[in-house]
């Protein structure tokens, strides 16, 4: 099973879920999609695909091409013709969502991690125009100041996770910045949505997130039909790279006790 790839004593998961999801004829193996978040690249799920490689095909989503959630979604859902189980993390996970909300039929299951469902707060644009600004002058100054609070405070000090998220932001243009940062800005409001799908779905937050906590992962819990709550210790927004076993271990978890999911 899924589970033998990794060890075997963690907690078991528990919340909702169906007994049975409906498969269409034909499709043996179900196709992994990661969605990556604000400025960030496919090293933000690669603690998963070891694991995913063995079960089905990986895609990682390009998702800086455009400005509005909607078209990543409608883009990222042209990538494969097969049903799918999308993984999100951050801005991924609203994008992630916003496929479910499309094409429900073609999306079986959700992994949500580190992410939001409201619509934009008020005040929001000012501060994150401050950001779009000094990414337009130096991303490495945009890096510098923005990094830090994503993380576990404890993790502050670990220069090779903080030159490893260094790298990817700095990889990253101002104008695939700006252009996301656009993106959330007009973001849906997938409370109003999220309540709607019927797939199974796995939340992951870290307990140290201060940018999306736990508490509002379970207001998006208290919406959901079928879902389960993963809280991941020592672990803040950049929770998958902070906290690559814990994650893939849950990730496999969830996927072993719904086999239906990938096979």
């Given at each position: ?19 049975e ?7 043996d ?9 604000l ?9 998963l ?35 799918l ?16 909300r499309?094409e429900?039929?073609?999306?079986r ?56 998220l ?15 940062i ?7 409001d997938a409370a ?31 919406l ?31 996927l ?8």
């Open positions: 099973m899924l589970g033998a790839l990794l060890k075997q004593d963690r907690a078991e998961l528990s919340g909702r879920f169906p007994d999801i409906s498969i269409k004829e034909g499709y193996l179900t196709t992994f999609v990661l969605v990556p978040g400025v960030s690249d496919d090293r933000v799920w690669r603690c695909k070891p694991v995913l490689s063995e079960f089905g095909d990986i895609i990682d989503a390009d998702i800086t091409g455009h400005d509005s959630i909607t078209d990543m979604a409608k883009a990222t859902l042209e990538t494969a013709t097969e049903d189980v999308v993984f999100g993390h951050s801005l991924g996970g609203r994008v992630a969502m916003e496929m479910a499309i429900p039929e073609r999306v299951g959700l992994v949500l991690a580190n992410t939001g469902h409201h619509p934009r707060r008020p005040g929001e644009e000012v501060r994150r125009q401050e950001l779009v600004d000094l990414g337009k002058r130096s991303m490495h100054d945009l890096a510098a100041v923005w990094l830090p609070p994503m993380l576990d405070a404890a993790r502050n000090d670990d220069q090779t996770l903080l030159q490893d260094i790298q990817m932001v700095t990889s990253t243009t101002a104008k695939v910045h700006e252009r996301q656009k993106a959330l800005l007009d973001r849906p109003r949505t999220i309540g709607n799908y019927q797939g199974p779905v796995l939340l992951m937050t870290g307990a140290q997130d201060q940018w999306s906590p736990v508490e509002q992962h379970r207001e998006i819990e208290a959901v039909t079928y879902v389960e709550l993963a809280i991941i210790q020592n672990a803040g927004h950049f929770m998958p790279v902070e906290q690559p076993t814990a994650v893939a271990e849950s990730v496999s978890l969830w072993d006790q719904r086999e239906f999911l990938w096979r």
